[in-house]
């Protein structure tokens, strides 16, 4: 770019008179987002999705557009699964589900305390 040598600034008329560079590398591939979204919301990982969309899977990593669209489809997924989860704990009494739940969120467990001092006598009620 042409410099002004007593200011030594760009004057608007020499930055005119510049021609307009040129983006080199690789042109900027279109990503269909919604198709990566989708993706993520049924749960495919960035290699599958790269794999599909022909893209590499450093792309959908460094595009900020790509990666908020992979991240919220992760995010939906794991929502969608909470409510399926708890719809059928809940709605449709499923038990092998409400133990699951209990245990994980409710931090219930099936195992008694294990005593392993056997010398202890066991409480007994009359």
């Not at 990566?36 to 290699?47: D, E, L, N, T």
């Not at 708890?86 to 969120?105: C, E, G, H, R, W």
Request: net charge neutral.
């Amino acid at each position: 770019m042409a410099h002004n040598k007593e200011t030594d600034t760009v004057t608007d008329e020499q930055a005119k008179q510049e021609p307009a560079r040129t983006r080199r590398g690789r042109p900027k591939k279109n990503i269909d987002l919604e198709a990566v979204f989708k993706m993520a919301s049924v749960g495919c990982v960035m290699r599958e999705i790269s794999f599909i969309l022909d893209i590499h899977e450093d792309t959908i990593k460094r595009r900020e557009d790509c990666r908020e669209a992979y991240d919220r489809g992760v995010e939906n997924s794991k929502v969608r699964l909470r409510k399926a989860m708890f719809t059928n704990a809940i709605d449709k009494m499923v038990p092998s589900v409400q133990i699951f739940l209990s245990k994980n969120i409710l931090g219930m467990s099936d195992q008694g305390s294990h005593d392993t001092d056997g010398d202890n006598i066991l409480p007994w009620k009359d």
